[in-house]
């Protein structure tokens, strides 16, 4: 089995480098490139870069063959995703779920809700006592 180098896909939001591993059509690498266009591509998405590789199992009793793994670097932050699935459909659906969760956690970590939290006394922070 070798490594098949699609090529970098370059959008609004940066370039991620496709790499597929078995036997994946362009139909199936189509709909998956489609998902993580959507992802990627969606409004006030920071630029990401990053790298995808997708693996169909040549075992033919293999329960789910279909196997994706991904990182990407969104606002400095390295985002990981891996989907194991029956179908590639189903694979490209999951990995758009997830990928879409943890770029928004990781968009915005750094956000007012994490900036306004008061630091512990320990640290400087006022206590709810008050000075002593």
């Given at each position: 089995m070798t490594a098949k180098d699609i090529g970098t896909h370059v959008g609004a939001s940066g370039g991620v480098q496709v790499r597929t591993e078995g036997d994946v059509g362009a139909d199936e690498l189509a709909y998956v490139q489609a998902k993580l266009d959507a992802v990627l591509d969606r409004p006030g998405t920071r630029a990401t870069n990053g790298v995808m590789?997708?693996?169909k199992s040549a075992a033919h009793h293999a329960e789910r063959p279909w196997s994706?793994?991904?990182e990407f670097v969104v606002a400095n932050w390295l985002v990981v995703v891996h989907a194991r699935e029956a179908?590639?459909?189903e694979l490209a659906d999951r990995l758009a779920d997830r990928l879409r969760g943890r770029m928004n956690r990781a968009q915005h970590r750094e956000d007012a809700a994490r900036r306004s939290a008061t630091p512990p006394p320990w640290r400087g922070g006022?206590?709810?006592s008050g000075p002593r």
């Open positions: 590789r997708i693996v994706a793994e991904a179908t590639a459909r006022r206590s709810e």
